[in-house]
């Protein structure tokens, strides 16, 4: 007897793929084959995104493809919380779903096409990492749902709720399980990493028969030993953050942290009620670096939030100068269907959302370049993306695929992605090393 073929559309954001990453894990675990076209599908599922109107127009073609090339169509992620908005454009779906609803993704998939043989889990086997959409070499690690912020532009806590942290023994089996299926790098992610363990009162939980208790520092300890990279995201800078510091200067964990500030005027942030946003930023940063020098900082910034003046704009190019921000995402403000932030006054024009976002970018790059440019002559480790007939293509601690910077190995044609290499810098430009590979005594 055939077995039942599953088509997978996996739309969104890193949080969204972890999502994804599950629901196939466990569709394979049930005996379902995993396949790439919409004609070979029995059932096509749409993990959709609803973070902002372009994604949920993403989102709603790519069901209306679905319908179109398959008919059979089950609809889950963040914009799955619109179930009413979906049904009204798309009657055809079968089931909706919103955001981490495995196992009602899963349960739909079996009353639509029910398997004609039973899974026998000895005989169909899955990788004991489960199925992985991103690269072999790198995972996504996500520790908690939700967040118990409020953020005036920002309507996640409505769609995801508040924040529910995993049990520290689920997350560390997780990322063993992931490494010693040959993952090199883990990417720590959740809505407020810094949070972590706060909704469970950093409860103590175990594992391998060992107590740890649920916060963060003690999940960068265990999973710093497990030997791989481990690269935190979306931390806030509140002073229990201190504590990680000195693991980065270690080696235990990546000196590298994705903290997304948004801004650097208080008044702003205040408006933006954003976590942290009366703590000294500059001092923190200021400290970190005396213990951790080598620390990179990536972030993201709105400008054009709605009352921001020059003078509050200036403020941030200033907190760009000062924190020496190595990696900074800029975006233009853009109201958000349900954001309380579209009831605030003095709405900023759009060209000079435009005027502020073009000054920005060129203070950012001219920091990113002055950054780059000291590490010349410096020897690093580059972790192997990709290899084409030119060379090689990785990665240093300061750099998260996607999103940062990257290193060219030119010629370097017999790595293979994973590896981890030495090299020594001999260029550097706004964004991007150039390096080769170092001499055992360099
Ligand atoms: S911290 Fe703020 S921006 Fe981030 S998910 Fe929570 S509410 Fe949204």
């Known amino acids: 007897m055939s077995q039942k073929k599953v088509g997978f559309i996996s739309l969104g954001c890193p949080k969204a793929l972890v999502d994804s990453e599950r629901i196939l894990t466990q569709l394979r675990t049930d005996g379902y084959d995993i396949v790439p076209t919409y004609d070979d599908a029995d059932i096509v599922v749409v993990n959709t995104c609803g973070f902002i109107d372009d994604a949920k127009r993403e989102s709603l073609e790519a069901i209306g493809e679905a319908l179109q090339e398959n008919g059979k169509v089950i609809v889950t992620g963040c914009m799955g919380n619109e179930a009413d908005k979906i049904r ?39 990788p004991p990492q489960g ?41 560390m089996d997780e990322a063993e399980k992931l490494v010693k299926a040959g993952v090199q790098e883990l990417l720590v992610i959740s809505q407020d990493t810094s949070a972590y363990g706060v909704d ?36 806030y800078p509140y002073p229990h953050v201190d504590d990680i510091i000195p693991l980065m200067a270690d080696g235990k964990i990546l000196p590298y942290l994705d903290i997304p500030f948004q801004h650097g ?115 690093i480790e580059v972790v192997i993306d990709e290899v084409d007939e030119e060379g090689a293509i990785g990665r240093s601690h300061a750099d998260a695929p996607e999103i940062d910077g990257l290193v060219y190995l030119n010629g370097e044609t017999e790595l293979e992605p994973g590896d981890v290499v030495t090299a020594k810098v001999f260029q550097a430009d706004e964004h991007d090393l150039w390096a080769e590979l170092a001499n055992p005594e360099d």
């Not at 009162?201 to 028969?209: A, L, S, V």
């Not at 921000?325 to 309380?340: E, L, Q």
């Open 265 to 379: 005027s208080p008044r702003i942030l205040k408006a933006m009620k954003r976590p942290a946003h009366a703590e000294n930023t500059l001092e923190r940063i200021k400290k970190w670096r005396s213990i951790c020098p080598d620390l990179t900082l990536r972030s993201t910034f709105i400008v054009g939030f709605p009352g921001e003046t020059e003078d509050d704009f200036q403020q941030l190019l200033d907190f760009l100068e000062e924190a020496q921000i190595d990696r900074a995402g800029c975006f233009k403000y853009s109201a958000v269907d349900g954001a309380t932030a579209n009831a605030l006054e003095n709405h900023v024009p759009e060209e000079v959302k435009q005027e502020r976002f073009e000054r920005f970018m060129e203070v950012q790059a001219r920091i990113s370049a002055e950054r780059l440019q000291k590490k010349i002559g410096r020897t």
């Open 200 to 235: 469970l009162k950093y409860r103590t939980g175990f594992w391998q028969g060992r107590p740890m208790k649920t916060n963060m520092k003690e999940l960068c300890e265990g999973l710093g030993n497990l030997g791989v990279w481990v690269r935190l995201h979306y931390v």
């Open 88 to 126: 009204a454009i798309h009657p055809g779906v079968l089931s909706v779903t919103g955001a981490h609803a495995y196992e009602e993704v899963v349960s739909a998939v079996h009353q639509f096409v029910p398997q004609s043989k039973p899974h026998n889990p000895l005989i169909d086997l899955v």
């Open 131 to 171: 199925i992985k959409l991103t690269p072999r070499h790198y995972a996504y690690l996500k520790i908690s749902e939700g967040c118990n912020h409020r953020c005036t532009f920002c309507i996640i806590p409505s769609l995801r709720g508040d924040l529910v942290s995993r049990p520290i023994g689920d997350v």
